[in-house]
């Protein structure tokens, strides 16, 4: 069977973002993977059913192995805890990140700078004083401290994706070593793992391997290099990207029809 | 038989005595002014939260510490009870932003509001390490963030065998904590199905316990399943029996997250004004969980009862 190819404008930027997503975590298809609240759910549900149907899925509210019958609407949802072979307590539920088991985790965030670390606590201002406070990290620190691979999940603005956060909530690849607050590699402070890909709406970020700063790797379909580089708040190196695989028709209908019906995440 | 409280200093037990009580007298009982509360992470312990807001003017101020909330913590900040917040995370989860919360830190609405933040990890390490009596607990979460520049209770120091750093949390002592679970017996033995959560280290990090419950059981039920006992009574102070007490949120094997509702309620709380008219309405407006539940209509609690149910029933053998 043919599969029909959706053309951009059948989709929603946040449609693709989640897509694009779902295949990236075929890499991770029996792999162990702690997933963060939000979007991450969603595209871990598409995944589940499609492109990644062994992944091992973790929350931090204890749920491990979980396999959702319907797309779960937080990482509270008993949707999570029916069918899981296991449901821990709390710090428990992290215990297997902090002993390394986690291969993956996955996150979404606020803002995201050139070396991957996020910002989930505040933007502008300052900490007592912040013009805009957000939720606080919940269990991103952890999964970005401990996870042996991070994935990030954000959409695409110019003002998200900047040269340093306001503030460094989840470690990405030079983080602060205190109580001096010097920026070094994540190595240096004993943290494994870190950010491998940044996936946004226009497209999917990787990280150079020796300074660690973020390049785009892959556009979307009716993106440009250049859209991406106008829509980035640092001068991203745009010069290895190439085109992604169209999105398919029928991944967008088993967002619609299946996953999301009510369209309770808002993706279009 | 009514249970008569007796102060008692920290880590001793409570008698295996009647403690079902009401939650206006439970929360007369123990939440005074400026008491350190806890609250947990799993089901959320609404009616005892709409009764601290009820008796707001007698309790004035708390400081509350949470890991991860959706919602409660952010109904006691609307009515003004709250002074210091130390969390994880606090927000809307699917209903989205958190407007009451951001009014209180930003704008200082309707009072300025103190954060102190911490992960997930670093924040339940908190209750853990009260839970073995320790004053302190190492992790390597937090390292590298900035939650260390800002939080100076959080101290990274060289681990003394590998030099190693590690970011030392302090315990945390809740003088009250409030919990909702599935479940107790009389005497406050509490049993949690599903999402547990952290009720049992926080019950046994506070001094007193306060514990809303879908069901009263006999101890004859509970010890048919010890193992679903988080708390067991010597930890707890009250039993309130609140069926849907976690309304609007979800209660594992009882009833769905009500998302329309949630979704109302933050439409509301997007103002002050909002908030007030809500909790007006919904809070001071009745004078106990039974008149707010029949004020959002049983039919709809049990409708939510069965949405729950369409997936899997306790006792149910498949």
Known sequence: MTREIAKPGEYSPVEAMVVYAARFLANFDGKKGLIGTGLPLVATQLAKMTYSPNMIIFVETGQADAQPQELPISIMDSRLTYGSSWQMGDPEGLFPLSRNEIDFGFIGGAQIDKYGNVNSTFIGGDYNKPSKRLAGTAGAV????????????????????????????????MVKKWPEGTLVRREELGLQGGPSSFISSMG????????????????????????????????????????????????????????????????? | MKFEPIPIEKGRSKPPAYKIMTAQEAIAQYVHEDCYLGMTVS???????????????????????????????????????????????????????????????EKGIPRPL????????????????????LDSI??????????????????????????????????????????????????????????????????????????SVEEIITSAEIRRMPNLTTIPYYYVDAIVHSPFGAHWRESTYYYHHDLPYGLDVYRQFATQEGYDAWADKYVHGTKDWDEYCKLVGYDRLYRLRLSENKYQQFGEVR
């Open chain 2, 43 to 105: 089901a959320a312990p609404a009616s005892l939260i709409w009764e601290m807001v009820r008796q707001r003017d007698r309790i004035k101020s708390l400081d509350l510490v949470i890991t991860s909330q959706i919602g409660m913590s952010s109904v006691l900040i609307g009515s003004g009870l709250v002074r210091k917040i130390e969390m994880g995370y606090n927000w809307g989860g699917i209903e989205g932003e958190d407007k009451v919360f951001r009014r209180a830190v």
């Open chain 2, 138 to 211: 190492g992790t390597k979460s937090q390292l590298g963030s900035d939650i260390i520049k800002y939080n100076p209770r959080i101290k990274v120091v060289d681990d003394p065998y590998t030099g190693r750093p590690v970011a030392m949390v302090p315990a945390s002592r809740p003088d009250v904590a409030i919990i909702h679970a599935s479940r107790a017996d009389e005497i406050g033995n509490v049993q949690c199905l599903g999402l547990y959560g952290n009720t049992d280290t926080l019950a046994r990090a506070a001094q007193h316990v306060i514990v």
């Open chain 1, 204 to 268: 999917i970020c990787k990280f150079n391997d020796d300074d660690k700063i973020m390049y785009l790797d892959k556009y979307f379909p009716g993106i440009k290099p250049e859209d991406v580089k106008a829509n980035t708040g640092f001068d991203i190196d745009v010069s290895r990207a190439t085109e992604a695989d169209p999105i398919y028709t029928d991944e967008i209908k088993l967002l619609r029809e299946e996953i999301d019906p009510l369209n309770i995440y808002k993706m279009r």
């Open chain 2, 114 to 133: 103190e954060v102190e933040d911490y992960s997930n990890y670093g924040a339940a390490m908190r209750w853990l390490a009260a839970s073995m009596n």
């Open chain 1, 142 to 173: 952890d999964i970005g401290v401990f996870a042996k691979d991070t994935v990030i999940l954000m959409a695409h603005q110019k003002r998200r994706i900047v040269e340093f956060v306001d503030y460094l909530t989840t470690p990405g690849w």
